[in-house]
């Protein structure tokens, strides 16, 4: 009898033995298909918030347009944001928009692998800006010019309206004059001596109505300095786009890059 009962306890326990290790299978397969349907999902949310929180991309290298610093365009591409190094807007309008034969090149550049090409008066980029200053305000420009024979050459503008804007130009003695306009029918200009054709240079500009020099412009490389210490008032409005290239000249090459615009005189 004793010996009955001990081999039926022994079979239970066997039981019990091969029913935990068919459980323990089966936990283990279910446990496998989990991982095997999570996986994937796990990898794609890590890459939507890599997307999401800006760890990569061009965008998270960009300048910062805060402070005084409205625009920063490096002329990579017509999108300021576009290509290395990338700029800012300080206005939601990110593109500028390219007229006639306007392009950028690989010939010459202030840094990265492209800059604006003008090479015929009809060539202008233009995009809005907002928060610039009726009062004052600077830019810093990178350049590289062909010789002027006749007429001028336009590198930027700030414009509010038809007579309130701050405008460098490069003339036909190959001189760049900053003209601020302010009112109905008043300009005052000062300007640099002549640069030389096919040199580049790092230029910057500026205009105040409050303090002498009231306009100012320089570059490198051994130019001379301009200063215009006749006064100056407001313009009627702060400037509202920035037109880069045009002119009269339809002939010579202009490359610019490396364009910033502060709403101070002096950032």
């Known amino acids: 009898m004793t010996r009955h009962i001990t081999r039926f306890s022994q079979r239970q326990e066997r039981g019990r033995t091969h029913h935990k290790g068919a459980d323990m299978r089966k936990l283990s397969i279910a446990i496998l298909f989990i991982f095997i349907i999570l996986i994937p999902i796990i990898s794609q949310a890590g890459m939507l918030s890599g997307i999401v929180g800006g760890s990569s991309g061009a965008a998270s290298s960009c300048d910062s347009c805060t402070g005084s610093l409205i625009l920063s365009w490096h002329a990579e591409d017509a999108n300021i944001e576009t290509g290395t190094p990338c700029g800012c807007n300080y206005n ?16 010459a550049k202030g840094d990265g692998t492209y ?3 003008r090479s015929d008066n009809g060539d202008t980029a233009t995009i809005t800006i ?9 830019v810093s420009f990178w350049v590289n010019t062909a010789a002027v024979a006749t007429n001028i050459v336009y590198i930027l503008d700030l414009i509010y309206d038809g007579t309130n804007h701050f405008q460098i130009i490069q003339t036909s003695s190959n001189t760049l004059s900053a003209y601020y306009y302010y ?3 008043s ?5 640099t001596s002549a640069l030389t054709a096919g040199s580049s240079y790092n230029c910057s500009a500026y205009y105040r109505s409050s303090g002498s020099p009231y306009i100012h412009i320089e570059c490198d490389g051994g130019i001379t300095e301009g200063n ?3 006064s100056v008032s407001s313009m009627d409005g702060a400037p509202t786009s920035l037109v880069v290239g045009g002119g009269t000249n ?10 910033k615009v502060y709403n101070v005189y002096n950032p």
């Open 250 to 259: 339809t002939t010579a090459d202009a490359y610019i890059d490396m364009i």
């Open 183 to 185: 009112g109905a029918s």
């Open 130 to 138: 907002s928060s610039a200053s009726a009062s004052q305000g600077y």
């Open 115 to 117: 800059s604006y090409l």
């Open 228 to 230: 215009q210490t006749n």
């Open 92 to 107: 939601a309008d990110k593109d500028f928009t390219f007229a006639d034969s306007s392009a950028v090149s690989t010939t």
């Open 187 to 191: 300009s005052r200009a000062a300007s």
